[in-house]
C-alpha cells in the first residue's frame, strides 16, 4: 500500500513538475532565436514533443506490425503474404474478422449515431 501512495506522489508532483520544466526551457530556448523567427519558431517547439510520442507509439508499432506480419509466427523466416492468404480464405479467420469489423467500426458508428440522434431531440423538447 506504502508503495502506491509513493507512486502516486510521483505522479501527482513529477508530471506537473517535467512540464513547467519543458515550458520553461522552451521560453528559455526562444529567447536565442531571432524576434523575427520565434513566430515560426514557437509552434515547432511545443508541437514537437507530439510528433515524438505519435513517431514512437503510433507510426514505429504500425510499421514493425506491418513487417512482422509479413514473417512466420515466430519470426524467424520471411513468408511473405502467406499469412494474408490464410487470413482471407480461412472460414475461422474471416468469421473473427467480420466480427472485428462488427466492434471496431460498426457498433461505434451506431452507437455515436444513437447518442446524437437522442442528443438532438432532447434538445428539441424545450
Known amino acids: 500500500m506504502g508503495e502506491r501512495i509513493v507512486q502516486a506522489l510521483i505522479v501527482l508532483i513529477g508530471v506537473p513538475a517535467v512540464l513547467v520544466g519543458y515550458v520553461a526551457v522552451v521560453e528559455w530556448l526562444l529567447r536565442f532565436v531571432p524576434e523575427r523567427s520565434r513566430p515560426r519558431a514557437r509552434p515547432w517547439l511545443w508541437l514537437g514533443p507530439a510528433f515524438f510520442f505519435l513517431l514512437v507509439f503510433l507510426v514505429y508499432p504500425a510499421l514493425n506490425t506491418m513487417y512482422l506480419s509479413l514473417r512466420n509466427r515466430d519470426g524467424s523466416e520471411f513468408v511473405g503474404l502467406q499469412n494474408y492468404v490464410y487470413a482471407f480464405t480461412n472460414r475461422d479467420m474471416l468469421f473473427a474478422l467480420r466480427n472485428n469489423l462488427l466492434w471496431v467500426i460498426f457498433f461505434p458508428l451506431f452507437a ?3 447518442g446524437l ?3 438532438v ?3 428539441r423538447v424545450r
Open 112 to 114: 455515436v449515431t444513437l
Open 117 to 119: 440522434l437522442l442528443a
Open 121 to 123: 431531440l432532447t434538445d
